[in-house]
């Protein structure tokens, strides 16, 4: 089995969890490891929504559509173009997730599921980024946790180790 067979062919990852959770980071090593593009959700972002978190305020439903419509059509670009990606989206509710669900076929979830403290510490310790470490309870706030009906998403705890991490998520993805 070759690194890109841990993808559906060809196929979407979205890792998915709070602001902080390392899902960037996940993102990037797993790209790398399974030979699939990798893409920052955030960087699709309009410019509207930056200003506005960087402002601390949290985006609305309203603000999000526009963002996750072009993840979404991204995601499926790259499919249709015979492309494997790992995309990083908060991804937060799950109609949110659905709504990937109906538009990006070959699709999986990786959740980042950690702790509020440990999360708030790496925020802290993060420079340049938008989002600030004040709106990470509205973040915690809006999440609604995936449940055993949502098949498609791995779960991760984020306080092992980067590598034990992206070795767990790789192995999980390769067992289907």
Not at 45 to 62: V, W
Not at 145 to 156: F, G, L, Q, T
């Amino acid at each position: 089995m070759t690194n890109i067979d841990l993808l559906p062919s060809p196929g979407c990852i979205i890792i998915m969890g709070v602001s902080g959770s390392g899902k960037s980071t996940l993102g990037e090593r797993l790209a790398t490891v399974l030979g699939a593009r990798f893409i920052d959700g955030d960087d699709l972002h309009p410019q509207h929504n930056i200003a506005k978190m960087s402002r601390g305020e949290a985006l609305t439903d309203s603000d999000r559509a526009p963002w996750l419509s072009a993840i979404a059509a991204r995601a499926q670009q790259l499919i249709e173009q015979s492309v494997s990606s790992v995309i990083v989206c908060s991804a937060l509710k799950r109609d949110y997730r659905d709504s990937f669900r109906a538009h990006i076929s070959n699709l999986r979830f990786v959740f980042l599921d950690g702790d509020f403290d440990l999360i708030k510490a790496r925020m802290l310790a993060r420079e340049g980024h938008f989002m600030q470490a004040e709106m990470l309870q509205s973040q915690f706030d809006t999440l609604e946790r995936p449940d055993k009906s949502e098949r498609d998403i791995i779960s991760a705890d984020i306080s092992l180790p980067i590598d034990t991490l992206v070795t767990t998520v790789a192995d999980h993805l390769s067992a289907g």
